[in-house]
């Protein structure tokens, strides 16, 4: 019993650990969201050029996610998500490095692949350590985590920009990345090991793909997801200048508007993923999507 009490403490505190580094890399992804008038001045380009910084480092991110667990089930998830989280600090420390528009979104773009093998493989990981009965409430962790990262990034980058500059704010989020580094260090035996069996060619694994996507649950499903991502990437990217075009607000109302909007993702996530595990998740999907849809008509004009 003693050990088993120990392990789920461990659990937790890994669980910790891992939604400390999801809430980093969605913070990084969105601190400059509202700085997009700002960094458009600065480095003299249109807000539209300026605005790619946000898709360079998001689509790369999400393309390169469909890699990194077959990688992981080759070399051990714990090697890929250490790894992934090296390169994530050191790139996004050189973003601060950048003299031109096009050298931030090279930048951007470098960090958003070397960033994604952390959160998914996150998310396999919770799938590995609990059983099914028991993701809710650690998954919602993760996208609590997700959620939170995007509201303080958006608020707290423009709060801070004016204060220590947009360089820094790279730099420091670097610097938290190695702390967290070390934090997960002592958890690494909780990481299964590498597939000691034969391992899927990248062929099998899109011939995976294909087989979810032909069944109707989970076209759905991965539905559901692809037009959750666009919508909050579209809010996130592109919210802030339609709030200053339309309402004439500053830097500081745009990150407030942006907290809170996700500020209730953060606060209920695991309230959330208990409610998945209790009442099941068929619904809990589609009614976000509904929320979700009816706020952005609200924000539409009259």
Same mark, same amino acid.
């Given at each position: ?8 403490? @461990? ?62 089930? @080759? ?206 998740? @068929? ?20």
């Amino acid at each position: 019993m003693e050990n088993e009490d120990k392990r789920e403490m @461990r659990l937790q505190r890994l669980l910790w650990v891992l939604s400390a580094a999801t809430f980093l890399i969605f913070f990084q992804a969105y601190m400059v969201a509202p700085l997009i008038p700002r960094l458009s001045e600065l480095f003299g380009v249109s807000s539209q050029r300026i605005g790619l910084i946000v898709p360079a480092y998001m689509i790369p991110y999400g393309v390169s996610t469909l890699f990194y667990g077959l990688f992981s089930d @080759r070399v051990g998830r714990w090697r890929i998500m250490h790894d992934s989280l090296i390169a994530f600090l050191v790139l996004t420390a050189l973003t601060a490095t950048s003299q031109t528009a096009s050298q931030m979104i090279l930048w951007r773009l470098l960090a958003g692949l070397g960033a994604s093998g952390v959160v998914p493989l996150a998310l396999a990981l919770i799938g590995d350590l609990f059983p099914y009965e028991r993701r809710g409430r650690p998954l919602g962790w993760l996208f609590g985590a997700m959620a939170g990262g995007m509201a303080f990034g958006s608020t707290l980058g423009v709060i801070l920009e004016p204060i220590v500059g947009w360089r820094t704010l790279f730099v420091g989020v670097a610097v938290i990345g190695a702390c967290l580094v070390v934090f997960l260090i002592p958890y690494s035996s909780l990481f299964p090991a590498a597939s000691s069996g034969p391992v899927q060619s990248t062929q099998q694994v899109f011939a995976g793909y294909r087989s979810l996507l032909a069944v109707g649950r989970g076209l759905r499903t991965y539905s559901y997801v692809f037009l959750n991502s666009i919508f909050h990437s579209g809010v996130y990217t592109w919210l802030g200048l339609y709030f200053v075009r339309r309402y004439s607000l500053g830097e500081i109302g745009i990150g407030l508007a942006l907290l809170g909007y996700g500020v209730p993702g953060f606060l209920f996530g695991p309230i959330i993923g208990r409610a998945a595990d209790r009442y099941g998740r @068929r619904w809990m999907v589609p009614m976000g999507l509904g929320i979700a849809a009816i706020g952005g008509c609200l924000t539409l004009p009259p």
